[in-house]
Nanobody, 120 residues
Framework: VQLQASGGGLVQAGESLTLACVVLGGSVTTYSMGWFRQAPGADNEFISFINWDGVTTYYAASVKGRFTITRDNAKNTVYLQMNSLKPEDTALYFC??????????????WGRGTKVTVSS
């Protein structure tokens, strides 16, 4: 199984981006999915999660109310809609997949990441 993240880019503060994470070599319906980010010089931050049936979602306080995680099982893809972006959202964003119903750390597969830069 491979995860391919895309959708990053350079935007101005207040603008929006949508990240996509495609599951290759497997079915996204098998996995609960998480999004992490790592800013320069900082630790990984677990920012969002959606379980395999889409019932449970999680958002870190830093993104709650601005980011929305969704999944399209027909497209084998999970999305992270990011609105009202701030310079502090600048980071490498990457997705991860787990067979667990919910976790913030026990992921089985990791994508390479897509870079998001927010200018002020």
């Amino acid at each position: 199984v491979q995860l391919q993240a895309s959708g990053g880019g350079l935007v101005q503060a207040g603008e929006s981006l949508t990240l996509a994470c495609v599951v290759l070599g497997g079915s996204v319906t098998t996995y609960s999915m998480g999004w992490f980010r790592q800013a320069p010089g900082a630790d990984n931050e677990f920012i969002s999660f959606i379980n395999w049936d889409g019932v449970t979602t999680y958002y870190a306080a830093s993104v709650k109310g601005r980011f929305t995680i969704t999944r399209d099982n027909a497209k084998n893809t999970v999305y992270l809609q990011m609105n009202s972006l701030k310079p502090e959202d600048t980071a490498l964003y990457f997705c991860a997949a787990t067979t667990r119903y919910y976790t913030d750390s026990e992921f089985d597969y990791w994508g390479r990441g897509t870079k998001v830069t927010v200018s002020s």
